[in-house]
């Protein structure tokens, strides 16, 4: 069954009850019992109905309009590829509709069927940190409605990706660390359960041993929240111990580069003297604190021109939503500053 394709009337057919008992019962009307309620409802769910939304939408012309739901707008990097997404859309005729989750799994549930409800052609989605379970998406991907995950690719097999090389990227910063004769690298690692993580964390992994260098798991520590205040401990405590301190810090986004910058800083230790760090994202503040910080830059506006270009290509109809049989794939740029340079 395609998407927009379950009425009220197949609701009805498929339980043995009238339209309007269907309809009651969905709206929780009194004079309907709990149990026709309930079996309504997971019909409802089992069939993908929606009352004024997707069905509606794709009955009808296009609506010319595309959700795109991201973790954070204050985020520099979502903003460039906001500003690829818009350009996109704005010169082939769309409008966007624009909602950030704050990292929460409800607010991505609740704004994807706010923009259902919007009657909108397509999503971009960017998922959130607690979202590890794609089910939300994949009843949207097997009933045909179009969907584009940017940035963080999730764990489904028929789902289209536009990503960076953050293994790629990764490996190179760390081996910069290493060419600098930094030997003792620590990596301040995104939350684990995103892709992007592993993948960073990968690529640090590979480069020390692939430049001979034992890997020390104590070295290697975790920063969900990816705040300096968070890192700042984290790089602190490694740090009071003279015998095991590391002399790097390869960190998995530029905001824990700061924190273990400032870290380093209320130590005494200077940088890049004494200490490395080299950051992931290159946001704008990267060239203007001093020393300037080392940065593993994303296309972030080719990622938003890429992922809303195949949207809409889709949407149109211009190419098959099954024709597209590998994620792509943007490469990165290491930005060297003075903050990892010593030699």
């Avoid at 409605?145 to 764990?155: C, K, N, Q, Y």
């Avoid at 536009?162 to 004769?181: C, K, P, R, W």
């Avoid at 910058?261 to 004494?274: F, L, T």
């Avoid at 910080?293 to 080719?302: H, M």
Wanted: charged content about 25%; aromatic content about 8%.
């Amino acid at each position: 069954m395609k998407i927009g394709q379950a009425t009220i009337k197949d609701i009805a057919n498929e339980l043995g009850v009238s339209s309007s008992t269907v309809s009651r019962a969905l709206k929780d009307y009194p004079g309907i019992s709990d149990e026709t309620k309930r079996k309504v409802k997971e019909v409802a769910e089992r069939l993908n109905y929606r009352p004024n939304a997707v069905a509606l939408s794709l009955r009808k012309s296009r609506s010319y309009t595309i959700g795109v739901i991201i973790p954070e707008v204050v985020h520099f990097f979502f903003s460039t590829v906001i500003s690829g997404i818009e350009e996109v859309a704005q010169a082939r005729g769309y409008n966007v509709i624009l909602s950030q989750t704050n990292e929460s799994l409800d607010r991505e549930k609740s704004s994807i069927d706010t923009m259902l409800s919007n009657q909108i052609d397509g999503f971009l989605v960017s998922f959130s940190k607690e979202t590890t379970d794609f089910d939300h998406f994949e009843k949207l991907l097997n009933f045909g409605f179009p969907i584009v995950f940017f940035d963080r690719s999730p764990d489904l097999k028929e789902s289209i990706s536009v990503t960076v090389d953050d293994y790629q990227g990764a490996y190179e910063a760390t081996t910069h660390l290493i060419h600098q004769g930094y030997t003792s690298i620590a990596h301040l690692k995104g939350p684990s359960k995103l892709k992007i993580s592993q993948n960073r964390e990968k690529g640090y992994r590979d480069a020390l041993y692939n430049h001979g260098i034992e890997v020390n798991e104590d070295f290697i520590v975790e920063c969900a929240k990816g705040t300096n205040e968070e890192a700042y401990g984290v790089a602190e405590a490694l740090l009071k111990n003279p015998q095991t301190k590391p002399d790097a810090f390869f960190a998995s986004n530029d905001m824990a580069a700061v924190g273990a910058m400032m870290a380093c800083k209320n130590a005494g230790i200077k940088v890049p003297e004494e200490m490395g760090i080299v950051g992931f994202s290159n946001w704008q503040f990267c060239s203007m604190i001093e020393p300037s910080l080392t940065s593993v830059a994303q296309p972030g506006y080719q990622m938003g021109v890429r992922s809303t270009t195949l949207l809409l290509d889709i949407i149109e109809k211009k190419i098959e939503y099954d024709s597209v049989k590998d994620p792509i794939v943007l490469n990165t740029e290491l930005l060297v500053r003075k903050s990892s340079v010593r030699m």
